[in-house]
């Protein structure tokens, strides 16, 4: 019988992971009612879809009153777990969960977990193609792919599953990954300006200590592949229980980048994966996330065809240095994703052709002094700088001596990129990498990726 069968549960958040919730626990046949600061009217089509599951909503102002009538909280990633209502729940017995820890409780299948500050699904979407090229049956979930939890009685023990985890979806694991791949962790989720979410790390430290929950319960069967150059990455080894791995940029180890070439090691014996003339992402930032997909892929047993086949074929994903189009002689690349400067300064290290940057947007806490370093070491001759963060970006810039030209005050994505094209000429680039969150005049990273794809279209 179903743990969950006749348990009244409350879902918390109704955007992709509370309808994948809703969807797995009324197939439990567990009593559901959902909850978010919504009206009907503002959920639009997430209102109708959950209409077939259930007839019991908390809607608007006071949606979270009376958490404590409930056996069980599924929250949203985006909802802190210092949440008043939320702690006065669990302190009168609720047990409060979220789509991920019910994932984790129900797959019987080994779980490949990738978190880091950026890069998580690339890296996290490399492994899944390295899986499926060698002829495994692989699912790929977390932040990129499709929520999985729908899907868990369907995924079978000879499967494997990728997960793409957060800080917020690792903070109250209970168990982790057979695999887990630590990226370059830095600092992020600092400040929240999402209207439609509440979580943000106090702390880069509560931060940092949110992930550690990737290997923290790891046992001596499991492996956990960390950055050799990350001193935070690195630093996890001593969190698990698992036979630690390491990648590195910067010397020989188990996967390593070496003069612009991915080796891994296998038997003692160094294997090419690629070069980075072989590859189509840009960036040496990529041969980093490469080498990581390669030695987690060989945890699990891929062949080095597989991984090498991957690696050259691999795009990208959408709205990390996308390629959108080339007018007159002019490259225009969205970079969207980019929401912190550590991934604006690898998106720059990428060209080596004069670049019109568009930077900016809301509060993420984040440090813009090395970002104005690189700016005003590299090849941009015209930057623009919008949004509510444009007075500290342009005063990093300004310190760090830049001295050519900055326009800020444009209100809109069509104004940014008309007064780009104007500055554009035959072998520019044009590079919409904010090193900002986006909540001040875009709904999302995507929105505004999507916006700037749409306005380029139309030059």
Not at 16 to 45: M, P, W, Y
Not at 105 to 133: H, N
Not at 438 to 455: L, V
């Amino acid at each position: 019988m179903s743990l969950y069968k006749n348990k009244k549960i409350a879902i918390v958040g109704l955007s992709v992971e509370g309808i994948d919730s809703a969807v797995f626990l009324n197939h439990e046949q567990a009593q559901i009612t959902c909850c978010d600061r919504r009206t009907k009217e503002e959920l639009g089509d997430e209102y109708t879809k959950l209409q077939k599951l259930t007839s019991d909503f908390r809607l608007g102002r006071g949606y979270l009153s009376d958490l404590t009538d409930f056996d069980f909280v599924v929250r949203t990633p985006g909802m802190a777990l210092r949440t008043k209502e939320l702690m006065d729940a669990k302190n009168n017995g609720v047990k409060i969960t979220s789509l991920t820890k019910l994932f984790f409780e129900f797959c019987q299948a080994p779980i490949i977990g990738v978190t880091g500050t950026k890069g998580k699904g690339t890296t996290s979407t490399i492994i899944y193609e390295m899986l499926k090229r060698d002829g495994r049956t692989a699912w790929l979930g977390g932040n990129v792919g499709i929520p999985l939890l729908s899907k868990v009685r369907e995924i079978q023990s000879s499967d494997i599953v990728v997960l793409e985890l957060s800080s917020f979806q690792l903070e109250d694991l209970s168990q982790s990954p057979h695999v887990a791949v630590v990226l370059k962790i830095t600092q992020e989720h600092l400040a929240n300006f999402d209207p439609l979410a509440t979580n943000y790390h106090l702390t880069r430290e509560a931060y940092v200590e949110a992930k550690k929950s990737v290997v923290r319960f790891q046992k001596d069967t499991d492996f956990a592949i960390l950055n050799a150059d990350d001193e935070t990455s690195s630093s996890f080894a001593k969190e698990t229980k698992a036979h630690s791995y390491y990648f590195s940029r910067s010397r020989e180890s188990d996967a390593f980048v070496k003069d612009k070439t991915v080796y891994l090691t296998v038997n003692g014996r160094e294997e090419k994966i690629c070069n980075a003339s072989e590859i189509k992402l840009l960036g040496m930032h990529n041969l980093e996330d490469i080498a990581a997909a390669s030695l987690a892929s060989s945890m699990v047993g891929v062949k080095v065809s597989s991984m090498q086949e991957v690696a050259k074929d691999f795009k990208g994903l959408e709205h990390r240095l996308e390629l959108i189009r080339t007018i007159h002689g002019v490259e225009y690349y969205n970079d969207s994703f980019s929401t912190i400067p550590e991934t604006t300064i690898a998106a720059i290290e990428s060209f080596q052709k004069p670049i019109i940057l568009i930077l900016g947007g809301s509060e993420k806490g984040s440090d813009y002094s090395e970002l104005g370093k690189k700016i005003a070491q590299s090849e941009i001759k015209v930057l623009i700088v919008v949004g509510v963060m444009t007075n500290r970006i342009v005063d990093a810039i300004n310190k760090a001596g830049y001295s050519r030209e900055i326009i800020c005050g444009l209100k809109s994505m069509g104004e940014i990129v008309r007064e780009s094209a104007k500055r554009a000429g035959e072998g520019d680039i044009v590079l919409l990498s904010p090193a900002c969150a986006s909540f001040d005049m875009f709904k999302n990273y995507k929105d505004r990726g999507i916006q700037f794809k749409h306005e380029v279209s139309l030059l």
